[in-house]
Each structure stands twice: as structure tokens, then as C-alpha cells.
């Protein structure tokens, strides 16, 4: 079957609804991808379905042939037709052991289900991309609830008896794949649900932040070392997000991109998962991640036609401006705190460096591999995070340290974390420890190092800070505002353009708790979408 063509109809179809496949396509209307993508790509929707029902005839062929939509939960002996779109790895995050295989397959009328092979049976079966299969004997068991590739409620779980062959000759003609389009604005009402996983497809603007040119050149070292690309997307005119495409993925990023005899625009990327990441929402892609570009499969051939003849729309919205938090004082940030209904947020302030806090530690010893804090263990250091569990790791100093501030509006106590802290002194914590510790040899290595001078002389700087309002803020546990990033000062600029700044047509204040009340908004109104997660 042709990238383009639609999933037959069949003749003892039930169902009313339109279901759409490798033709889905994205309406170059301007609007939010979700808009015209999601109506046209639902192509999977659950079925109510009982378990332990007898399978309706009308909708099974008669040699016992099955389609998804009637699969139920329990052993089920009828045979499935279908096409294996992808199959990837599933490995437990933490200890990284095989869980199995996961695929995702579609039949003949469109409808998707997510497949699974058992850490025990994996290389029993010879699995290939895009071949058409039978199986017979097979269990459907529930779907999960994280992660989710398909809306069915269903997985369909091979077992001992399993006996899967490819289908020369197909009777009736296979989709070729299935998307599940996502906007702006569904992933953020989803973000960090660790809910459905959905595709997105939109234009390149930065990749590891070079501009799209025809003289664009990939550091494929570097990414191979860091394991991923940085690319920011934009759908239509719409806000531009980060995507980070990582392991294989960032692989197949590469090898496409210099496929290419001009530098790729249009960027199609599948099952991402989005999250708070710096304080704005980004995607990042997963073990099931597919990337696609220009002309690759027909919505991005779609959605590239779009942008041949909208390019002006296309390029309105600066990639660097759109992804910064809200910029607001600190007498802001604390009257948010003190909101009904807020959530946690990330904000940009600037302050002023009154002190650095001391009779307490400025630091604390991490895992070297989590950068969770390290205990004393009876012979050596011990990682404290569960998710790491590392039974000896090796100790590394990271910025724990508390600092008062203040601007034009309110007081507060910042405590600044991780490779904030260099941002601050310009070295690592680990060199001001090793520094001190050369300069005392008698001292013994349980001695709490006294504040170094490169903290004290950020006392008295001006600068900007990316703060998060925790759910530590939030209910009262501590006043304390977590410092994530600390910017760069900003250049003084020429006279001229002080001047023109001198007399803002609105008033400050007015301006600053537009901004605050806009955040809050935003925020209020994604958690009300945003399902709860476990």
C-alpha cells in the first residue's frame, strides 16, 4: 500500500468512525497542529470491550481472522493480521535489565495496538520494520498506564504457544504507519504526566543552537559523547520548544540530516514525552522514538508544503525569546507564593548579592554518578538515592550554598545548586574543596570547609536569576527559593538606548504584575488539564 493511501474500508466494519493511517495528514491552516492533526489521525481509539466475551462474529473473518478492535483481555487463540510499524527495547530506567520487547502494530482497518515479547522470549521471533504478519495464539493483557504508544485498552502479549509467520500476499492492503499528532498546548496540559506518549511535527529553528542555513555543520562527536541533540521546533506560528532527541534517536537525527542534499527544515518526531525542563516545557524522546524529516512520510510532506508558502509566518517568533521564563520581582514571586491555586513554577528575577550565608555547609558530597547526596558507609561512600543504589561510588563536591538578596521591591534567601554555583565563581565546587584541602594538608578530610573567597566576592553583584517555586514554597515548609541557572550580566548598552527606555508607555508595576498574573494564569490553566500522575 501506497505512504499516502487510506486504510480500506471493510465490508463488516461496526464502527462509524472515520479511521485514518499513513494518509493522516497536517492542514496547513495556521493554527495549532492539534487542531486539524488529532481529528484526522485518531486512528486507534479504544473499543469497550469485555473480557471473557465471545468475540463478535460479524467482525471476524472466516477462518477465525481477527481485527484489533475486537481484541479483549485473556488467552485468545484466533489469528492477527497486521503490520509490525516498529519494535524497540523496554529496559527498567534504573537497573537498565531487559523487560522485553515493545512493538507497535496496526491491521488492515487502521487501528493501532501496542504488542509485547517477554524479556524470555526476546530473538525467539524475527521482527522487521514494516513487514506484514500473522499470529496466532496470543494473550491480551491490559495496557499499561505510563508511557502508552496506542489508545487501545489492550496489549497484545506473545506466549509460549505463540506461532507468528509472515504474511506473503496480503488479501487487503496494510497501512503503512499511524500518527498521534500533539500541539503546544496539549503538551503542555499534559507535561510531566508520564501519560500517552504523542508525535509531534513542526519546523527546525535551531539545532544545538546554530541557525538553520544550507552551511549548517553537526558535531557528530560531540553529540555522541553527550548522547543527544538540542533542537528548538516551532508548529505554524505557535511558541518554539526544545526537543531533545537522544541515544538512537539522535543517531538517526544525524544520519538523515546529511542525507540530505540541502539542509532539512521540517522536523516529524514520534512518542515524545513532555516535561518541565529549566523551567519551560520541552519534549524529549523515548526508547520508541522515531524521526522523520521533508519528505520522509506524507504529514511531513504536508506540513513542508505548508511552510514553502508561509515562511513569513514561519519565522515571526525568535526561537531564544520565546523560550525564557516570565521575568518578575521578588515581592511578585512571593505574592504568587501566597495565591490560591498557584503551582510549581519557574520564574526570572534580578537581585542584588547582599551575603552568602554561613554556619552551615556551602556544599555537600555527591554520588559521582546521580549527583544525589553520598553517605558514610562503613568503608567507603554510599549513594542515598534508591534510584541509583550504588553500593561505593566516588565522592564529588557540588554548591549547596544559601545567599541573601534583595531588590527594589522585597528581601530573600536563595539557595544555589549544582553548576549554578559555577555560574556564580566560575569554578566547580570540587576545585574550591581540592584547592583548600592542598593548601591545609594537616586538616582532616571531615573538615567542613570554610566559605571560599570566589562566593564572597559575588557579594554585592547584580544578577539574574532562574528561581522555581517549589511544593516546599508552596505549602509553607520554607521560604527559601531554589536558584536552577544564574545568568550571564548583561553588557551595559549604549546611551541611546537608555534613553529611549526612559519613559515606558505603561508604568512598571503595572507592567510586572501583567506578567505575573499572565504566569499564573498559563499555569492555573494547564494543571486543570494536566491528568494526575502517580
Known amino acids: 500500500m501506497e505512504p499516502t493511501g487510506n486504510s480500506s474500508d471493510s465490508s463488516d466494519r461496526k464502527t462509524g468512525k472515520k479511521i485514518v493511517a499513513s494518509s493522516a495528514t497536517v492542514k496547513p491552516n495556521g493554527k495549532s497542529i492539534a487542531s486539524s492533526a488529532i481529528a484526522t489521525t485518531d486512528v486507534s481509539s479504544p473499543v469497550p470491550v469485555k473480557p471473557n466475551v465471545a468475540t463478535d462474529l460479524s467482525s471476524v473473518h472466516a477462518d477465525q481472522v481477527m481485527l484489533f478492535r475486537d481484541v479483549s483481555f485473556g488467552p485468545r487463540e484466533a489469528e492477527l493480521r497486521f503490520r509490525l510499524i516498529h519494535f524497540w527495547e523496554a529496559r527498567n530506567p534504573l537497573t537498565k535489565t531487559l523487560i522485553g520487547q515493545e512493538m507497535l502494530l496496526i491491521d488492515e482497518e487502521g487501528t493501532a495496538i501496542q504488542g509485547f515479547v517477554p524479556a524470555g522470549r526476546v530473538g525467539t521471533f524475527d521482527l522487521t520494520d514494516g513487514v506484514v504478519y500473522k499470529l496466532k495464539n496470543f494473550f491480551g493483557s491490559r495496557s499499561k498506564v505510563q508511557y502508552r504508544v ?9 506466549t509460549w504457544n505463540s506461532d507468528l509467520a509472515v504474511l506473503d500476499n496480503p488479501p487487503v492492503p496494510f497501512p503503512e504507519d499511524r500518527f498521534r499528532f500533539h500541539g503546544y498546548e496539549e503538551f503542555r496540559a499534559n507535561c510531566d504526566s508520564k501519560g500517552d506518549l504523542y508525535d509531534y511535527v513542526g519546523h527546525m529553528k535551531l539545532v544545538n543552537g546554530q541557525t538553520i542555513s544550507d552551511h549548517i555543520v553537526l558535531d557528530e562527536v560531540d553529540i555522541s559523547e553527550k548522547r543527544h541533540i538540542c533542537v528548538h521546533v516551532q508548529t505554524h506560528d505557535g511558541p518554539v520548544m526544545k526537543l531533545y532527541i537522544w541515544d538512537k534517536a539522535a543517531s538517526d537525527f544525524c544520519q538523515k540530516f546529511k542525507s540530505y542534499g540541502g539542509t532539512p527544515s521540517v522536523l516529524l518526531v514520534t512518542t515524545v514525552n513532555p516535561k518541565h525542563l529549566g523551567g519551560t516545557l520541552a519534549l524529549t524522546t523515548m526508547s520508541s522514538s522515531r524521526v522523520f524529516m521533508d519528505a520522509d512520510v506524507q504529514p511531513s510532506k504536508d506540513y513542508l508544503e505548508w511552510l514553502s508558502s508561509n515562511s513569513d509566518i514561519a519565522n515571526r517568533v525568535a526561537a531564544e525569546v520565546v523560550t525564557k521564563p516570565e521575568t518578575v520581582t521578588l515581592g511578585e514571586i512571593f505574592s504568587y507564593i501566597k495565591q490560591e491555586g498557584s503551582k510549581v513554577a519557574w520564574f526570572e528575577c534580578t537581585a542584588t548579592i547582599d551575603d552568602v550565608v554561613q554556619g552551615s555547609a556551602w556544599y555537600y558530597v555527591s554520588c559521582g554518578g546521580c549527583n544525589s547526596k553520598a553517605v558514610k558507609g562503613p568503608t567507603s561512600l554510599i549513594c542515598n538515592s534508591k534510584k541509583c543504589g550504588k553500593r561505593e561510588v ?61 562566593l564572597l566576592d559575588a557579594i554585592g553583584q547584580k544578577r539574574r536569576f532562574i528561581v522555581k517555586v517549589s511544593d516546599h514554597n508552596l505549602t509553607g515548609k520554607t521560604q527559601t527559593l531554589t536558584v536552577t541557572k544564574i545568568l550571564p550580566p548583561e ?26 498574573r499572565k504566569a499564573s494564569e498559563r499555569l492555573e490553566s494547564g494543571e486543570a488539564k494536566r491528568p494526575k500522575s502517580g
Open 394 to 454: 566516588t565522592g564529588v563536591p557540588q554548591y549547596l550554598t544559601k545567599i541573601s538578596v534583595y531588590d527594589e521591591s522585597e528581601q530573600a534567601v536563595f539557595v544555589v545548586l549544582g553548576d549554578a554555583g559555577k555560574e556564580l565563581t566560575g569554578k566547580h565546587a570540587s576545585e574550591l574543596v581540592a584547592s583548600y584541602f592542598e593548601s591545609n594538608a594537616g586538616v582532616d578530610a571531615d573538615h567542613c570547609v570554610p566559605v571560599p573567597q570566589a
Open 491 to 516: 553588557a551595559p548598552q549604549p546611551i541611546e538606548h537608555l534613553e529611549e527606555k526612559a519613559n515606558p508607555s505603561k508604568g512598571f508595576e503595572d507592567a510586572a504584575g501583567d506578567m505575573v
Open 150 to 158: 496506542a489508545d487501545h485498552i489492550a496489549t497484545v502479549s506473545f
